[in-house]
């Protein structure tokens, strides 16, 4: 299994100079990926809540009594709330993120607001095998994955990544959260927000590696830059040198030069019947979609 120093070195290395998304989210990190969802540019997650808000009681029915619920990239267990207000005979709540300090404080405050409520935290990167706590005997299994996460891997990815998530889920169900296709300017504004918070998202990949690994590099050296490439339906995020850069890591030296770039973050974006289509060939049956008035973004829920 490769580790954050594996990763980095081949994505330095070159030649695709190509990182997960998934090393954004130490404490840090999730902490301005918290902000990012505040901002009046950034749509998706203004609209998630709000369909879930509008269908929560519909969700909770569907999960039926005695459902474990199972939330994939959990950061803050802000969205699960909607759920789990409609949830008084949920079975358990499993929350899975690689933060695991981030993670754990969240599951106190959570714990705080439903007192009775059984959470098992579970601090993995959630796209490989992990340890999860027993099903219940007596209700369903349920995923939940909010959220535009989905558009971070690549089309391959998502297919490989739902049929692990099918054979975790057994027979229940998964909800999930799509982003959809859309007016470019729109796309380019969430991405690039006039407060400048998704470029230090962008750069705290370097400084996580900076504070967990040592790596070594200019922080004033590297610029930000996010654009929507239409040919695959998706927006790119890219660290771009400020001139020759030479970072540092563990005794390796690695160079770039202006117009090379770490790319940093894929989000693709699908149509309904698209995204319906992955979730086919992963062996999961789609039963119902909610999207808001816009068209902007959809909640899948997919039986397993």
Known sequence: ????????????AGPDRAISPKYFYD??????????CELPEYYPTRTEVGLLKRH??????????????I???A??????????AHLPTCHSFVPVDISGPHLLAACEALQRDFP???????VADFTRDHQMPTAPSNGQRIGFFPGSSIGNFTPDEALRFLRLLREELDGGALLIGADLIKDPAVLHAAYNDSNGITARFNLNLLHHAQRELGLEFNPQGFDHYAFYEPRHHRIEMHLLPRGVQELQLQGQRYRLSPGESLHTENSHKYSVEGFQAVA????F????CWTDERGWFSLHWLAA
């Open 1 to 12: 299994m490769s580790s954050f120093a594996d990763d980095l070195h081949a994505a330095l």
């Open 27 to 36: 404490t840090k990190g999730s902490a301005l990926f918290e902000q990012i």
């Open 56 to 69: 929560a009681a519909e969700i909770a029915a569907r999960m039926g009594p005695q459902a474990q619920l």
């Open 71 to 73: 939330e994939y990239g």
């Open 75 to 84: 950061g803050a267990l802000i969205k699960v709330r909607l759920l789990l």
């Open 116 to 122: 009775s409520l059984s959470i098992t935290p579970v």
């Open 280 to 283: 086919r060939e992963a062996g």
């Open 285 to 288: 049956q789609p039963q119902q």
